[in-house]
Nanobody, 114 residues
Framework: QVQLVESGGGLVQAGGSLRLSCAASGSIFSISTMGWYRQSPGKQRELVATISRYGTTNYADSVKGRFTISRDNAKNTVFLQMNSLKPEDTAVYYC????????WGQGTQVTVSS
């Protein structure tokens, strides 16, 4: 059984910063790609950023230069540093991990006020 637990969401003013964390636990031998996705009301879930086990990153165009994804392989944890937040970044953010299959966290709300 694998669990992903996110933390770090909240309410912030435009221009502010937040840092999300996601820790994987359970029967884990190795985690391949980890990532963050987000979903706002009425919209489909979209990719925010991914990072491979070896540190190769990929970002959505909308967050490039503002968000940074990183991971700690020893702790099976992935982070998302979000700077210069905009109201359009408001969404539920979900952690994803490829552990011989796709696993998802429960989501954490990020709200950016104008």
């Amino acid at each position: 059984q694998v669990q992903l637990v996110e933390s770090g969401g909240g309410l912030v003013q435009a221009g502010g910063s937040l840092r999300l964390s996601c820790a994987a636990s359970g029967s884990i031998f190795s985690i391949s790609t980890m990532g963050w996705y987000r979903q706002s009301p009425g919209k489909q879930r979209e990719l925010v950023a991914t990072i491979s086990r070896y540190g190769t990153t990929n970002y959505a165009d909308s967050v490039k230069g503002r968000f940074t994804i990183s991971r700690d392989n020893a702790k099976n944890t992935v982070f998302l540093q979000m700077n210069s937040l905009k109201p359009e970044d408001t969404a539920v953010y979900y952690c994803n991990a490829d552990i011989n299959g796709a696993y998802w966290g429960q989501g954490t709300q990020v709200t950016v006020s104008s």
